[in-house]
């Protein structure tokens, strides 16, 4: 970079941004190919809009007791109907991709990283540190991660930060895994062996030329395992382990609403519906993504 | 050769042991290093301090951790892991009696699940790309995604509220509860063995729903390995030689296919019965399944640790027997992983 002056670096920038373009408009033909996919990402970016403009959508307060109104199947007033208090399900709903977004991004802001440094340092440090960073690995990986923690909530008291941090606890192995082994692929290569030779230093080798490296298949693992971390964040709140009354956690709606189901089924059907096609389509996403950014994984 | 497999063996054993330890350290840490108060939690919080110091002995709280860490190893090798607060029993006995319960709700569902999914993967990589695979793509996606528990009360309010072809809640109707004197604690298999027909069909139609509904998800899970095992197969000269040869595409699937994706399943069903076990604690609430899932939740709600422990512990252990045997039978069983030495 400091061989550039400044007219070459804005050329670059000029035909990084061409490139990028160029690249966005690849993935959206190859997207376009696959209504499956382009489904799941509308319902997810449905679920971000949601979440970020929900008391502009989401048309009564979600906390607000209406006991004149309790019990109510779905209508126009009420889309989904209204619970045991008189809430308005449908808002809840809303106001609940709230949570379900910020469960499933602060899990993977606290995995991913971590995944991706422990499966660097590993796979590029080898030896010693390798077998028993990859040993341990293995063995968090071998935990039943729900259970687990389900013993950390229950240690720690129950709330959101805590079925955040248990949930991200027993998640980071499997990035980890495929950190080391893109490492392993990428540390002989030459321009590698080029950066080293003029003297680049180990954390500069690891952090600037092999992470990057790493970034797609781990964005795409790590999509992958929204749709696992959705139900075990779900689980938790079903449990009573997750985010606390009043806030509507989907998974808790389904625990309060299973007491009326045989006379007012709506009240724990809508939230499983929510659920189940929010994970659906972190899982068809994850998989068109995988698809599309990994030449090396033939469609199978 | 022969050494290199007992070899390896032993090593694997030696990692399931560590495996095991790190467990233990977990558990520990999660019951002792953490913020609640487990003496407040047995003496009550209004207690007098003298009370308090004595109870706080009596756990051995004020030695030190790694003292602590060792009693603990001791009386977990003596088989106490500590008196549940809830019934005032010992942790083993409760488990000992919850256990069987949800060993059969998840066996019956890894058996529902191997039935229907493996057929269902192998087909669908025969006709890959028809609708077929399309339908088995839809219904795996499917599996992965619903939550098993809203599932279980969707189940609940068709089958047995709406169209009462199974049985409710429960193992089995109260009428018959406490009927069969429990030997292997499966009550399926106990019903049959004193000859109580009634019992028996009573029970299975209590468990059929929660076993179908567990099942569902792992099946999704063995239908997508399944099926991307069969394809790895398809192109092998053998099918080629087979198909040459004149055999049926049912010859084929079952007397070619299947034995040389047989090792790699048991890899895959050893994992969906760990995770049918883990999948067992959320669903067993649903349908008021007596079994380890309904025993922790109602710990939970007293913040009785040892029974949460104890609980975690025992499905931790079965977990990582399941994967050291699902490491072994490919060591075994596939000549494969075998390294010919000189």
Sequence with gaps: MTLQNSISNDEATKSYAARFVRGLRGMWDKLSQEPLGLFGFAIVLLLIICAVFAPWIAPYNPAVQNLAEALRPPSAAHWAGTDEFGRDIFSRLIYGARITILTVSAVSLIVGPLGLIIGIVSGFAGGRIDSVLMRFTDIVLSFPSLILALAFAAALGAGLETAIVAISLTSWPAIARLARAETLIVRNTDYVSAARLYGASPSRLLFLYIAPMCVPSIVVRLTLNMAGIILTAASLGFLGLGAQPPAPEWGAMISSGRKFMLDNWWVAVMPGIAILMTSLAFNLVGDTLRDILDPRHVRS | ?342
């Design chain 2, 1 to 342: 050769m022969k050494e290199f497999t007992l070899l390896e063996i032993i090593r694997r054993l030696g990692q399931l042991l560590i495996s095991l330890f790190v467990l233990l350290i977990v558990t520990f840490t999660i019951g002792r290093v953490l913020p609640t108060d487990p003496v407040g939690a047995i003496v009550g919080e209004l207690a007098d301090p003298a009370a308090y110091t004595a109870m706080r002995q009596k756990l051995g709280l004020d030695l030190p951790i790694y003292e602590q860490f060792f009693i603990y190893l001791n009386s977990l090798l003596h088989g106490d892991l500590g008196v549940a607060v809830l019934t005032g029993n010992a942790v083993t006995k409760d488990l000992a009696q919850a256990f069987p319960a949800t060993l059969e709700l998840a066996t019956l569902a890894v058996i529902i699940s191997t039935v229907l999914g493996v057929p269902l993967g192998m087909i669908a990589a025969f006709f890959r790309d028809t609708w077929i695979d399309k339908v088995a793509r839809v219904i795996s996606l499917v599996g992965h995604s619903i939550p098993v528990f809203w599932f279980g009360v969707v189940g609940l309010v068709i089958f047995y509220a709406g169209l009462s072809w199974v049985g409710g809640p429960g193992r089995v109707d109260t009428y018959l509860e406490g009927l069969v004197e429990p030997r292997t604690g499966l009550l399926l298999i106990d019903s049959l063995l004193v000859g109580d027909t009634e019992t028996f069909w009573n029970a299975a139609s209590h468990i059929i729903l929660p076993a179908c509904i567990l099942a569902y998800s792992a099946m999704a899970y063995i239908t997508r390995m399944t099926r991307s095992f069969t394809l790895e197969q398809l192109n092998q000269d053998y099918v080629i030689a087979a198909r040459a040869k004149g055999a049926s595409s049912l010859q084929i699937l079952t007397g070619h296919l299947l034995p040389n994706i047989a090792v790699q399943l048991v890899t895959v069903l050893a994992i969906s019965y760990g995770t049918l076990l883990e999948g067992a604690v959320v669903t067993e609430i649903v349908f008021s399944w007596p079994g380890i899932g309904q025993y922790m939740t109602n710990a939970l709600m007293i913040g009785d640790m040892n029974a949460i422990l104890a609980g975690t512990l025992i499905i931790g252990f079965i977990f990582m027997i399941l994967n050291f045997i699902s490491d072994l039978a490919y060591l075994l069983l596939d000549p494969r992983t075998r390294e010919v030495t000189p």
